[in-house]
Structure formats: C-alpha cells, structure tokens
C-alpha cells in the first residue's frame, strides 16, 4: 500500500492528520513525509489501527481488541522493538485513553516509587529525539538493554540524553545504587513515551 493510497483512506475516514499525528507522539511534518513513500510500513499502519481503535487497513481481527500486554520487562533484555511477531501477547486490555499503546511489564526496583516492579506502563512510539519532553519518563532500547527513565538534557551536549532513575536509593559506600547514566542518542534504536500504567501486584 502506497503513502498516497493510506492518505486517501484517512480522508475517505474523516480521520485528521494534524490530529493523528499528535496521537502518534509525532510531529505533522514527520507524519506527511510518510506519504511520500512508496511503500507505507506495515508497522506504521498497525499504529494507525490501534490509535484508532479499528482496522481501516485490513491488516488483522486484533484492531478492536484493546492494548497488547507484551511479554517484554523493562529495565531487562535485548534490543528489539515492540512491533512484530517476536513479541509474545501476553492478554488484552481495552483502556480508551491508552488507544495506540503497547503495555509493557516493569521488573526491578530503579523507578521505584513512580512505578513498581509488576505494575505495566503503557507506551506510544516516538520517532525522533527531538520530540522528547524532558524530565518525562521512556523506554529506551538500544542494542543491549531496555531501560524504563526519565529522559533529561545531558551536560556532554545535544549528541546525549540523561537517563535518570527515581530510586535514590544508597548503598553501603554512600553512592546512588541506580545512578544517572548518559547516552548517545544514536545508540537509541527504539523509543517510546509513557502515557500511563496499570498497578499490579509485585512479580
């Protein structure tokens, strides 16, 4: 399906782009550059379908089903993203304010107490750095870990982001045991905004 043929169905939809974009966690301008493609990723029109809450596409029978529970933890795990078919669905949840999300389980103490080990955060994708609100918490996936922060400007420059834990916990020496960690923002290879979460019993 071409860029061209996946804005024609919008419109025929009433769907607004300016709107879409901004329920995708992208700028208007990165969205239309999507049209332009001749072919338009599947990934892209699966997002499309959950934020919407039906398969203009048809893509699957899963469009109305709610939000994917996928069974990744945070803070542990290799680098892949959350589109595809590697990643196991663990259940459904139909939150209507969490629309175009994917759930995904917190495991360890680093963000404690804001989120707890158990409790799922649910997650839009972000597709550029720029489009970071600082002092928000990500899941940031490079190619050797899945971490669960809060993302703030870096003193090493615009090349890097702050990765920030909210436990301030200490250990027995007197220093943080989750310290702040730098990053270079092209070790990012996926990166997604927390919208919300769902508390659960601990693991």
């Known amino acids: 399906m071409t860029g061209e043929e996946v804005r024609d169905i919008l419109k025929k939809n009433g769907i607004g782009l300016v709107e879409l974009a901004d329920k995708l966690g992208i700028t208007n301008q990165a969205l239309n550059s999507r049209f332009y493609a001749k072919s338009f990723r599947p990934e892209y029109l699966q997002q499309i379908n959950e934020i919407l809450g039906k398969d203009l596409f048809g893509l699957s029978d899963t469009a109305d089903k709610g939000q994917k529970i996928l069974d990744i933890r945070v803070c542990a795990g290799q680098g892949i993203g959350l589109h595809g078919d590697e990643n196991k669905v663990l259940e459904f949840v139909n939150i209507p304010s969490f629309k ?52 703030y400007q870096s003193k090493l420059g615009d090349e890097y982001l702050k990765l920030c834990s909210y436990n301030a916990k200490l250990n027995p020496s007197g220093e943080r045991e989750y310290p702040d960690r730098d990053i270079n923002k092209s070790d990012i290879l996926y990166l997604y905004k927390v919208i919300g979460r769902l508390e659960r019993e601990e693991i």
């Open 100 to 151: 175009g999300s994917y759930g995904l389980i917190v495991y360890g103490e680093s963000m404690y107490d804001k989120y707890k080990s158990g409790d799922v955060v649910f997650v839009r994708p972000v597709t550029s750095t720029r489009d970071i609100d600082f002092g928000r918490c990500y899941v940031v996936i490079t190619p050797s870990d899945r971490l669960l922060k809060a993302i």
